[in-house]
């Protein structure tokens, strides 16, 4: 047996983790409070895949829930605490070889506090949350300082 490829990403209640298994059979997802099980038969080559998840943090297995395609098997995992991120899928530190980050369906959510901000609210509203009050005035710098330096003196005629 080898493991399936995998990739997942994180949201504000759920971790969702997609095994990239073609044609999968006999599928088995299993599902514990701080780990999660997975296999299946896949391809045309009936390679049986396997996983064992030791989990960051812990989920509720009754509220977790998997559905197969055709070309993978998606799994959502009810986070326990909803709230908090998990940097990570795995409990240990350790980089496993056979599963990634999905950046296409990442999402840093811990700073939003409205998800249904479009990208323009989200650029606008941080823009304008940099302050401008206290900024100096630019246009009037000269008229603050009178002091002579010497980039100030009048610049010779080109020839």
Known sequence: MQPATAKWYDRRDSVFVEFCVEDSKDVHVNFDRSKMDFSCVSGTD?????????????????????RR????VLCCLRKAETGKSWPRLTKDKTKCNWLSVDFNNWKDWE????????????FSEMMNSMGGDDLPDLDGADDEHDSADSDDEKMPDLE
């Open 69 to 72: 395609t055709d070309r993978s």
């Open 111 to 122: 700073d939003d506090s409205d998800e249904d901000l479009s990208s323009f609210d989200k």
């Open 46 to 66: 009936n390679i049986k895949q396997q996983n064992t998840v030791e989990l960051f943090g812990e989920i509720d297995p009754k509220e977790s829930k998997h």
